[in-house]
């Protein structure tokens, strides 16, 4: 079923199963954009896409024509093909990488680590330092959104123990937090610093996650809060310093 954000951003919520009895709360977005196509129709985004039934598409295709589906990391495309195969003509972006995963599945674009997209109505920035996820995260200014799918969690109820075990271990449960796990796959912390602080110079207002609830106000200062870690690096050891 679509939830309606604002007149140009909707999103479809499931309930996803992964390894070891967890499940998980995901969420697709879609964005409408102001310029239509040559006929009138308006231009849709569709993030990270689940699975879609045909009463959900109906609904989607009310809200306008779906040219560009994206898949903003290398571990949200399981339901890429799907979406693909619903869409045929529409442009799919996804994160680089992810060609090892899909095979000859699907083929698509290599997102690109900074710069506007989508017929400049979004800008996009690759957190970088961390390529086996190659995590991209969007900003939409006509609705001050930003649009997130792995960089942080805000997950407050999910059903069984599993996932709420897991997001306690890794310092995620029940608060807008990143999850410990980043710490793992950053390779380089100045790379990553410097994007997360990319991302903090956008004018947004209103965060969307992949997994977990919607904030609806001051996320810009609640991201920097979250993203704490990322942001600042480790001081270099004592006998690195120089004296003056």
Sequence with gaps: ??????????????????????????????????????????????????????????????????????????????????????WPNARVLGAPGLERKLGEGVRFEALPSEGPLFDGEMAVRRIDGAPSLAEHVFFHPGSRTLVVSDLVFNVHAAPGFSLPLFLRIVSAWKKLAQSRVWRLLVKDRAAAAQSAEDVLRWDFDRLVMAHGDVVEANAREELATALTWMRHLPSPPLSARTTG
């Design 1 to 86: 079923m679509l939830h309606m954000i604002t007149d140009v951003l909707w999103t479809l919520e499931d309930t996803i199963r992964l390894g070891g009895g967890m499940q998980m709360p995901a969420r697709a977005t879609i964005v409408r954009l102001s310029k239509g196509g040559q006929s009138g129709e308006s231009k849709l985004v569709l993030h990270s896409p689940l699975a879609i039934d045909d009463e959900t598409a109906r609904g989607i295709a009310r809200l306008g024509k779906v040219e560009w589906i994206v898949a903003p990391n290398c571990m949200h495309h399981l339901f890429l093909k799907g979406a693909c195969e619903r």
